[in-house]
């Protein structure tokens, strides 16, 4: 009865989004779903390590994760295991990570491939309470998928408000639709609050598939455009309201920076910076 009552459920989803509807298969899809470890070996000798989940976006080896995973730390050593922690270790290479976004795009060793890269749906087609999909790495477990509802599409920093249960280690996975099709990464939750956890949605990781030589949009763009979506500008910080200008001496000498923390959950604050 719970199979038949979640099937329906799935189906008018399906048809409320106009979303092609399929039933994933995770045996196949998590052959794009990698297992992430960042290690820094600090001048003392001991070693911080930090997990999370990725996705190949390209037959070459391209993938997107987390960027609080991976860390600023210019040294570190980052290694992927596609589709289970006991898969072979692949080095990565860190590529690129645009200013002010909690995204990273790495490549793996050509000598591996051709990858199996996820395929891509349009998140416009999505609206409040439609059902997603993640397969990642959570904790200290082996690959696992969990499922929830979209809750809510206005964040700040573009963030999605999402009901699927996440934990440690599921930063930087895939969201899928229930038409099999990726629409966002994962990014994390709040400390002591009950399932409510963000994701980035596709159009913010734009830059990146760019750079990995995918044409924006990777996926025919939906008739139903259920949320204005549009690309946040993350090249510069904005400006602090006058008020809290004043209180800093003036906005000749201020100017305001967004902080992105290393940490998990990965906090966006604001503050005020004077010359």
Not at 31 to 60: D, N, Q
Not at 116 to 125: G, Q, R
Not at 139 to 155: C, I, K, P, R
Request: net charge negative; charged share 10%; aromatic share 8%.
């Amino acid at each position: 009865m719970r199979f038949l009552i979640a099937s329906l459920i799935t189906l008018a989803t399906c048809v409320a989004t106009s979303v092609p509807c399929q039933a994933i298969d995770w045996s196949t899809t998590r052959k794009s779903i990698v297992f992430v470890t960042a290690s820094v070996t600090e001048p003392s000798g001991s070693t911080t390590t930090e997990t999370g989940t990725g996705f190949i976006i390209t037959t070459s080896g391209y993938v997107i994760t987390a960027n609080h995973v991976i860390g600023p730390n210019p040294n570190v050593k980052i290694t992927v295991r596609i589709g289970s922690r006991s898969g072979e270790e692949l080095i990565a290479y860190h590529v690129d990570a645009p200013v002010f976004s909690d995204v990273v795009l790495l490549q793996l060793p050509d000598s591996k491939g051709p990858y199996n890269p996820v395929m891509f749906h349009d998140p416009k087609a999505l609206k409040v309470m439609d059902h997603l999909e993640t397969g990642g790495f959570p904790l200290s477990s082996d690959f696992s998928v969990v499922d929830g509802t979209l809750s809510n599409q206005a964040n700040p920093r573009g963030l999605w408000q999402v009901s699927i249960p996440l934990n440690y280690g599921n930063s930087g996975g895939p969201v899928f639709d229930v038409g099999g099709g990726v629409i966002g990464m994962v990014v994390g939750g709040i400390r002591g609050a009950q399932q409510v956890n963000y994701i980035l949605p596709l159009n913010i990781l734009s830059p990146l598939l760019n750079v990995a030589g995918l044409t924006w949009p990777p996926f025919t763009p939906s008739s139903n455009a259920n949320a204005a979506i549009v690309v946040p500008d993350f090249s510069a910080p904005a400006l602090p309201s006058v008020s809290e200008l004043n209180q800093k001496g003036g906005a000749s000498n201020c100017h305001e920076i967004t902080v992105i923390s290393s940490g998990f959950p990965p906090r966006y604050e604001k503050k005020t910076e004077c010359n």
